[in-house]
């Protein structure tokens, strides 16, 4: 069975900061990694995924996120945060691509961007 | 495009009574998926549907049911329900599933259980 350990519950940070949050997941298998985002009262947004090639993947607001196969972790980074990056981040694994497809969630990091 | 939308999006329910949710996905999207998801277990993914069929199912007792309709529109069903069901429920939906598509997730509906 796959499962996904997000280290931090909770990280406070400044405006501008450099964060990193953490995620390393078990999977006896090859592996799809994704990153979620939610918003306070919203469903969850993909931030970024990784299938297949490059072991960096990168979002289209400055997340970026590398994938590590000998230490298991997919750690979500950003060299500077605003104030809007606050919310909850998800990381998420599934080790199939065929009919048994489901994705299996870390219990989640809040990420508080302070002024 | 309009989003996957969720109704109702909150629920006040009785332990013992049985509830009914509704999720409408994208439109075009085939596949629609449930989570679960609590302060204490996190999200749990609960069943998804693929073209009117059962496609995949978590680890959740016989109460928790689902099904989609023709026109991809899905519902899940709780009977019995317990205090330990209160959560936000998520429905995310996919042109058909798998990695490869994006899923796309509704605001949710939140059910309390008293």
């Known amino acids: 069975a796959q499962s996904v350990t997000q280290l931090d519950s909770q990280v406070p940070v400044f405006e501008e900061a450099p964060v990193e949050l953490r995620c390393n997941y078990s999977s006896s298998v090859s592996v799809y990694l994704f990153w979620y985002v939610q918003y306070p009262n919203q469903g969850l947004q993909l931030l970024l995924k990784?299938?297949?090639?490059?072991?960096l993947v990168e979002s289209i607001n400055g997340f970026e996120a590398e994938f590590n196969k000998s230490q298991t972790s997919f750690h979500l980074r950003k060299p500077s945060v605003h104030i809007s990056d606050t919310a909850e981040y998800f990381c998420a694994v599934s080790d199939s691509g065929g009919s048994n497809y489901k994705l299996t969630f870390g219990k989640g990091t809040l990420l508080t961007v302070n002024p | 495009k309009a989003g996957v939308t969720q109704t109702p999006r909150y629920l006040i329910k009785t332990r013992g009574q049985q509830v009914t949710l509704s999720c409408s996905p994208i439109?075009?999207?085939?596949?629609v998926s449930w989570y679960q998801q609590t302060p204490g277990q996190g999200l749990q993914f609960l069943f998804e549907y693929f073209s009117e069929t059962q496609r995949n199912k978590g680890n959740f007792p016989g109460r928790f049911s689902g099904r989609q309709f023709s026109n991809s529109r899905s519902e899940m069903n709780v009977s019995t329900l317990e205090l330990g069901d209160s959560a936000l429920y998520l429905c995310?939906?996919?042109?058909?599933?798998?990695?490869?598509?994006?899923?796309?997730f509704g605001p949710g509906t939140r059910l309390t259980v008293t």
């Open positions: 995310a939906s996919s042109f058909s599933g798998g990695p490869f598509y994006e899923q796309y």
């Open positions: 439109s075009g999207h085939r596949s």
């Open positions: 990784y299938l297949s090639g490059s072991t």
